[in-house]
């Protein structure tokens, strides 16, 4: 009975990791000597991993990649036109001009981790 209980356990937390996805807040840029900057961490995921941002002012996007794992190695913002890599263990910093409002979306190149621009 121990080993019954102990696999559906198991098997209810394995569903819930992957099935049940935590809701995400916007987090707002914070804005510096005129520009909006934000970290984000890279580690199973983006955190945070929806930032808003203000229309018409740049931003300072600094990615700190927490973790080894190769899905997370490339970040791509379509609507920008940027692809950069994301050396483990160390900061990249992206700029961008958010001159358009609206939701960008931004993923790893594997497009298994998903995070968003929310402009404004």
């Known amino acids: 009975m121990v080993v019954l209980f102990v696999g ?7 569903a819930i ?3 049940v996805k935590p809701e995400n807040v916007a987090i707002d840029a914070h804005t510096v000597d005129g ?3 934000q970290t984000i961490t890279v580690k199973g995921g983006y955190n ?3 930032i808003r ?3 018409g002012i740049p931003a300072r996007l600094t990615f700190f990649r927490d973790e080894t794992t190769s899905c997370s190695e490339e970040i791509v913002f379509p609507d920008f036109g940027i692809r950069r890599m994301l050396p483990a263990f160390e900061n990249t ?3 961008i001009f958010p001159d358009e409002a609206g939701t960008h979306e931004f993923a790893c190149g594997m497009n298994m981790l ?5 402009v404004e």
């Open 8 to 14: 559906i356990a198991l098997v209810t937390a394995i």
């Open 17 to 19: 990791y992957f099935f």
């Open 35 to 37: 520009v909006q900057e």
């Open 48 to 50: 945070p991993a929806e």
């Open 53 to 55: 941002l203000k229309k």
């Open 93 to 95: 910093v992206i700029e």
């Open 114 to 118: 998903h995070g968003k621009l929310i």
